[in-house]
């Protein structure tokens, strides 16, 4: 029997066991970043559970709040945010918190401090919660520099800081990605169990795509390079045939079909949103990194999202995600508009 080739068996393999394998190839590890997994674990399947009884238990619907983006919050938004920021605080390993839900980042207090700072959408597809379509979770972990000082701008590093980032999908399955430097791998949590099992090990996407996901609603409004990507995915000139339209209108649900199958994703500018719509920290730069780790591109229409300085903890950004050569096209048109000065 081959011990060594037996560890490694992914078949049965838990999220746990997947990170504490992660965490021996880092001798001088203390199992900091494993609890505050750990703790991001707990807080979605107490989400999903929530998410899967949403109608039973009364929560579907508005909470009567609004938040810092003008948005009418939903119960589910309000009960996930609750969730996350105390399992982050719990896990004692967190300094510095920002959430899609509350205006002002949360300095943990000294006596539960750590050394991560942790972005997060606590409910994310907020629009399709009451009709039960697929919806999620996003995160990104950063570290702070001095533990001793921490300070805003310690919210405010460039995407390229980010350590690791994931998100958690409530859909037909309940389902966790994590992207780290050595890799995205996908968990799928057995209810029977209650544990997420390795089931997507090293996903990486499709150079190229056959489908497109965008709100084409905004088509009026869009800018000559994104409308010129779409007008070919429609009539393909080059004998090939025309892509899909594919657009749940759940980023985290739209960004794992195209993890999976390839493909793009865009939230682009337009002259309505001239910043786009999603939100810099706790959307753009986590699922960028993520199709980075996984093959993918993330372009902004300008530049590589990750290149990015936040100046506002809720700035939106423009952003194209997805299969290589996609985002390559995308960046030729950008750099053909820009030539001819539009
Ligand atoms: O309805 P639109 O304008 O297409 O926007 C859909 C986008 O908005 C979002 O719902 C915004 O996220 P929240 O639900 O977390 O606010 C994304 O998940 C999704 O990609
Ligand atoms: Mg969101
Ligand atoms: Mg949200």
Redesign the pocket.
């Known amino acids: 029997m081959d011990h060594e080739a037996d560890s490694q068996r992914t078949d049965l393999m838990t999220i746990t066991r997947f990170v504490l394998n992660e965490q021996s190839k880092y001798p001088e590890s203390r199992g900091d970043f494993t609890i505050l997994l750990n703790h991001i674990v707990l807080g979605c399947k107490f989400v999903c559970s929530s998410v899967n009884k949403a109608g039973l238990a009364k929560l579907i619907g508005l909470a009567g709040e609004t938040n810092i983006q003008g ?1 009418e919050q939903k119960k589910l938004d309000v009960l996930s945010n609750e969730v996350f920021v105390n399992a982050l605080i719990s896990s004692g390993r967190t300094c510095l918190l920002v959430s ?1 839900e509350i205006e002002e980042a949360i300095f943990v207090s000294p006596s539960h401090r750590g050394k991560y700072i942790v972005v997060f ?1 606590p ?5 399709n919660i009451d009709c039960g379509v697929s919806i999620g979770t996003i995160f990104g972990i950063y570290m702070v520099k001095d533990e001793s000082k921490v300070t805003i701008e310690d919210a405010l590093q460039p995407g390229s800081n980010m350590l690791a980032a994931g998100y958690c999908m409530y859909g037909s399955s309940c389902t966790l990605v994590l992207g780290t430097e050595n890799g995205v791998n996908g968990f799928t949590l057995d209810p029977s169990l209650g544990e997420f099992i390795l089931t997507h090990p090293n996903i990486k996407i499709p150079r190229k795509g056959k489908i497109y996901s965008v ?1 084409e609603g905004n088509a009026r409004n869009w800018d000559e390079p994104t409308t010129k990507y779409v007008e070919k995915c429609k009539f393909p000139q080059d004998g090939l045939p025309p892509k899909s339209l594919r657009y749940i ?4 649900a ?1 960004i794992h079909r195209t993890l999976l199958y390839g493909g793009i994703f865009m ?1 682009p500018a337009d002259m309505k949103n001239p910043q786009g ?2 939100r810099l920290l706790y ?1 753009v730069f986590p699922m960028s990194y993520l199709m980075e780790q996984a093959g993918g591109q993330a372009f902004t229409g300008k530049q590589r999202a990750l290149d990015l300085v936040p100046n506002k903890l809720h700035e939106r950004s423009p952003i194209f995600l997805g299969s290589h050569d996609e985002i390559e096209q995308m960046k030729e048109l950008y750099a053909a508009s820009k030539a001819d000065g539009a």
């Open positions: 948005e899609e959408d409910l994310d597809g907020s629009s709100n209108g759940s980023m985290v739209d939230y719509k999603l959307e």
